[in-house]
């Protein structure tokens, strides 16, 4: 397949574009920075600019792209630009896309499980209905904004996913410090629930999702058994042979970080991959432990 990926250079997309280079497809990158070049198309969201001929031709899109969430504390601005970093890119990529004579025949977009909002011990799929608040609000213009893709025709799969098991980046990666210093500990009541998803399985997922012709509309990228915030810290810390002795209150995390902690840290989030799992993707790492201990080599 020849591939065209937005985000390339982020946590998801550099292992994406391994992950399918190896297994012989054809991938460029759409940048927001740089020339044309035989592996890179530029375009400038913000000024609504995209070489349009430049797009034809693709068997599949995977739309990455969009400011990271957890990368500064939540203002009124930074919300905005979280907001307009996901919505905006999306309408302009499938406003493109629904001009070409040969239109790719799906596209990827990623979406998160903040469409869910805080939802306690409640069991969520892909049927569930979207929670209240600045992220399932934010996660909802953003899986609407595909809709002239979806009017198209245009196979269009919006990846709900979880928290994702890096070293390199996310939320794993700066948790890493401190609890291998000894400092680890849950969070707030650690009754919240996390699901989360081990990087393999994320890029498998993805690649499942392109050779899937009966997937389309949301699919949940979680592991199959998501875990409390109790049971994660408690998993961690005996992958990393450390205590996990330091709690960290709620009101703390709430003076640290203000909204960002209610919606990123706190919130419970139980969601289960129901359309991976009926379509049949084999999960590898599909309990939290073993995961952890392959992603940290332990």
């Known amino acids: 397949m020849r591939v065209l990926i937005t985000g390339a250079s982020g946590l998801i997309g550099s292992s994406l574009i391994l992950y399918l280079t190896t297994r012989g497809h054809s991938i460029v990158r759409l940048v927001r920075y740089g020339k044309s070049a035989a592996d890179a198309i530029p375009w400038n969201p913000a000024r609504r600019e995209i070489d349009c001929a430049s797009l034809e031709g693709f068997d599949a899109v995977v739309h990455l792209a969009g400011e990271n969430i957890a990368g500064a504390r939540w203002t009124a601005e930074q919300k905005q630009k979280i907001r307009d970093s996901r919505v905006g890119p ?72 979880g928290l994702v098991l890096s070293p390199k980046g996310g939320a794993l990666a700066k948790m890493l410090p401190p609890f291998r210093m000894g400092l680890g500990g849950v969070l707030g009541s650690g009754r919240q629930y996390m699901s989360w998803i ?101």
């Open 198 to 298: 081990a990087m393999d399985d994320l890029i498998g997922a993805i690649h499942h999702c392109l050779m899937t012709e009966g997937l389309s509309g949301p699919v949940l990228a979680v592991s199959p058994h998501p875990v409390t915030n109790r049971e994660f810290t408690k998993a961690l810390g005996r992958v990393l042979s450390r205590p996990t002795l330091f709690p960290l209150p709620a009101f703390v995390l709430r003076v640290a970080l203000g909204e960002m902690a209610d919606a990123l840290l706190l919130a419970s989030g139980r969601a289960t991959p129901a359309r991976l799992i009926s379509s049949g993707y084999p999960f590898l790492f599909p309990e939290l432990e073993p995961a952890l201990r392959h992603v940290l080599g332990k």
């Open 90 to 161: 999306t309408q302009l990529l499938c406003e493109s896309l629904a001009t070409l004579q040969q239109p790719p025949k799906v596209l990827i977009a990623a979406s998160a499980i903040g469409y869910y909002g805080d939802r306690g011990g409640e069991v969520l799929d892909e049927q569930s209905k979207p929670g209240a608040g600045f992220l399932p609000d934010v996660c909802r213009a953003w899986e609407d904004a595909t809709e002239l893709a979806v009017a198209k025709s245009i196979r269009v799969i919006h990846l709900r996913i």
